[in-house]
């Protein structure tokens, strides 16, 4: 079975332009998540879908950041424009949610994104 | 304020011996922790979970304790082997509420043959 799939898997632009990242997660898994990796850190949340329903984006900074699950399938995560503290891995995750309470979270590889 | 702390950034341990990774937490809504293993240019992949009904999970080489009073788990890897050299995140989440993870800085693990 394929895992959650991300592209690219690296990027570099220049601050101010924008960037986009594509997700296409396990299939069947109705739920995909966006997170954010900082040097050194732990994944932090930016969004969550339940289908194509956006039921937390309370992370995502809406000035810049927007995401998008057309079809309860693929994702696309688009900053624009970018700033140079944006440089970090975003990850792509999926799980399956059945109303049972512990449902793993399978994530992708990850794009790494430099913003010079 | 980070709500899951992983005070250790490194650890390193002879192939054979017991590894231990630490990890607190401050909130007290969190009844669910998990580990994941990451390696470089890859995802972090599950590892092991414990619900805050259990104070042990096992699973083969691979050990989760919980200490609710003291808010702090650990993850015990016995034996160590080369393999398991990878960065340790420590996750945690309200089971009432979201499904978001509030993950721990991450332990970079190094098993030395």
């Known amino acids: 079975e394929a895992g959650v799939v991300q592209s690219p898997r690296y990027k570099i632009i220049e601050k101010k332009q924008p960037v986009a990242f594509w997700c296409n997660p396990i299939?069947?898994?109705?739920?995909l998540y966006w997170y954010r990796q900082n040097l050194g850190q732990g994944p932090e949340l930016l969004i969550r879908y339940e289908n194509e329903e956006a039921v937390d984006d309370s992370q995502l900074p809406k000035d810049r950041f927007s995401a998008e699950r057309l079809k309860g399938v693929d994702s696309t995560l688009k900053i624009q424009p970018a700033e140079l503290g944006d440089s970090a891995v975003y990850l792509c995750?999926?799980?399956?949610?059945?109303?049972?309470?512990?449902?793993?979270?399978?994530f992708g590889p990850g794009t790494r994104l430099t913003v010079l | 304020d980070q709500q899951v702390k992983q005070n250790s950034p490194s650890l390193s341990v002879q192939e054979g011996r017991i590894s231990i990774l630490n990890c607190d937490y401050t909130n007290s809504m969190f009844d669910y922790f998990l580990w994941y293993k990451k390696y470089p240019a890859e995802g972090p992949t599950f590892l092991i979970s414990i619900s805050s009904i259990k104070d042990k999970n096992e699973d083969g080489r691979f050990t989760v304790f919980l200490n609710k009073s003291a808010k702090h788990l650990s993850l015990h890897i016995v034996p160590s082997q080369p393999g398991d050299s990878a960065v340790y995140f420590c996750a945690a989440k309200n089971q009432g509420g979201s499904e978001k993870l509030v993950f721990g800085k991450g332990t970079k693990l190094t098993v030395n043959p």
């Open positions: 995750a999926s799980s399956l949610w059945l109303g049972t309470l512990n449902n793993e979270q399978f």
């Open positions: 299939s069947g898994h109705n739920t």
